[in-house]
Each structure stands twice: as C-alpha cells, then as structure tokens.
C-alpha cells in the first residue's frame, strides 16, 4: 500500500524534523490510525517531495523525521485557464479538480459581463485545489488568482501565447494546432459566451480564437477539454 501523502506548505529541503498541521496531524494520528514508524509523503505544492517516518504520534502536533527531500522541477509546459465562474458551483469544482489531476499550472476566475455569480468561495476552491493534487499525487499546486474582472485581465501582461474559445461564427484555429507552442493562456467564458465587445476587447489584445471542436460545449466542458487539449501539445 503506498504511503499515505499530506500537503504541508511550510516544509522545505532544510528540515531534518517537522511538525505537521494539526489538520494532517488529526489525519494521520487519529483517522488513519497512524503508529511511530509509519512513513507518510509530504509536499510543499512547489516541486518538494519528503519521505518521512513518524517520530511522535500526537492527533495535534504529529512529528516527523525526514528521511529524503526531492526537488522535483515544475513542467516546461505551463498552462494558464481563464474562466469563468458559474452560477452552479458544483459544475466548475468539477472542473477545478480535473484540471488540477491533469497538471494546469494557473486558474483564474474570469468575471465576465454574462458572469451570473461573481462571488468565488475562494478558500473551498483552494481546498478542492490541494484535494485533486495530494489524490493524484502530484508536487505542483496550480495557482488560484482572485476572481479578475475581464477588461482589467486582457489588459495585464500576460505570458505566453494567448488563446480565446468563444462561439461566434468567426474563423478559428482548432486547439490542436498550436502545438509548437509551450506557455498557453486560453479564455473560457460563461454561459451564453463572451459578450461581442468583449470578444473584441481580446482579439485586439493579440488573443487568438480558437475551436474546441464541433460541438457547443457548457463552460466547464469547454475548459476541460481546453486542460486535456493544452497537456497534450
């Protein structure tokens, strides 16, 4: 059976000993009925992956002993998804979750002007964030920005090659194609699409419209398919 993994931010290759979080404390001790000289995995979200051995075996203040610190580096590919929130939360923690198994590298919260929720429950959307890395047993937590206001994130610099799904009848490039490209940032908009304006707004910016295929897709349909799309270029 593998070792059992906890995300604790505050570790790094410096630590010979470390106490964890009283969250991952209560985990280990008291859900999984963790001894003294059970291993277990941490990470630092940031590339760092420890094996450690319980040292104290407290439901509170759990210590570990470090047995081995890997760096791992961050991906040369580091992909970018701008959405926007919906109005049923369920949907798009659904989708924050796939595209955290698949390794996207930066989520931002688009508010748009068909945005019908502009509220983001941040710290739960952090939480199903840490949730899908420790399950898919990752190193790298991607970035969660505050919810940006459309005009105020087309004007901010932006890194890397910059894509935009929208439905109207315009002539695009499918994903697929952009396959030389490394760093991509594609918008995805609300239900019932980016406004016409806005759709502007970003093509004058040097965004570029793209197709996710042939099929109208709900929001976080299309931004999966965008995540599966970008990890596979």
Known sequence: MAAPYFYEPQINKRHTSFELSE?????????LRMEVGKTILLTNGQGGL??????????????????SATEIPA????????VSPLKNNSRIEWFLEKATELGIHRITPLICQRTEKQVVKQERWQQILIAAMLQSQQVWLPTLDTPTRFIDFIQAKQKG???????LPNEKKALTTFAAANDCLILIGPEGDFSEAEIETALA???QPVSLGDT?????TAALTAAVILQQI
């Open 23 to 31: 969250e991952s404390s209560k985990h280990a001790v008291q859900v």
């Open 161 to 167: 090659t910059k894509l935009i799904a929208h439905c």
């Open 216 to 220: 109208r897709l709900r929001t976080e």
């Open 75 to 82: 991906p040369v590919k580091q992909h970018h998804i701008a």
């Open 50 to 67: 420890f094996t450690a051995s319980i040292s104290i075996a407290h439901k509170k203040h759990c210590q570990v002993s470090i047995l």
């Open 205 to 207: 910016a040097g965004f």
